[in-house]
């Protein structure tokens, strides 16, 4: 039996529990620029890119009204949105600060760069885009070694398409 999974597997879709729809569409929408696909009512959404069904759904139903859960809990840490180059990236940076949505962090991580915020129902929200591979550091082994460096965002913003 083979104890790896398919190297084609991969995360389809992430599905929050949302206090308010309106105000988490507002947020993945209006801010990130994710294309409403369909809505159930007043209960829930789904949004995509690139005319994908959905790679976010947003649901109230268990939630309408709901608080964030509390600090010290199990749950979601963050959400991870990759995005295909440094430029579109950039213009993530350039719309989150249009929106006047604070960071709560920006990493090199040698492998990736990335955004750290949160959405408004306080979930992590990881905004990233993937070094090719070949360019990944690694040890003198071959072993993969991620960095935790300052993610230098004037030069980020200035790759945004305007």
């Given at each position: 039996?083979?104890?790896?999974i ?6 389809g ?6 206090a308010d ?7 993945y929408?209006?801010v ?14 789904f949004?995509?890119?690139?005319g ?6 947003l649901?109230t139903?268990e ?10 809990t ?9 995005y ?9 940076l ?7 949505i604070?960071?709560e ?18 979930n ?17 082994q ?16 200035a790759?945004?398409?305007?």
């Amino acid at each position: 039996m083979n104890s790896t999974i398919d190297p084609r597997t991969d995360i389809g879709h992430v599905h929050l529990k949302v206090a308010d729809l309106e105000r988490a569409i507002a947020f993945y929408h209006g801010v990130l620029g994710f294309e409403v696909t369909q809505r159930m009512g007043k209960s829930a959404a789904f949004l995509g890119a690139g005319g994908y069904h959905h790679h976010i759904g947003l649901n109230t139903w268990e939630s309408l009204g709901g608080k964030a859960p509390p600090a010290n809990t199990t749950g979601l840490y963050h959400v991870a949105i990759r995005y295909p180059d440094r430029a579109t990236l950039g213009d993530a940076l350039r719309r989150l600060i249009a929106a006047k949505i604070p960071l709560e962090g920006a990493s090199d991580h040698g492998v990736s760069e990335a955004l750290y915020l949160r959405d408004p129902d306080g979930n992590g929200v990881e905004l990233y885009r993937d070094r090719p591979r070949e360019d990944w550091p690694r040890t003198a082994q071959g072993e993969l070694q991620m960095t935790l460096d300052p993610l230098d965002l004037d030069s980020l913003l200035a790759t945004a398409k305007p």
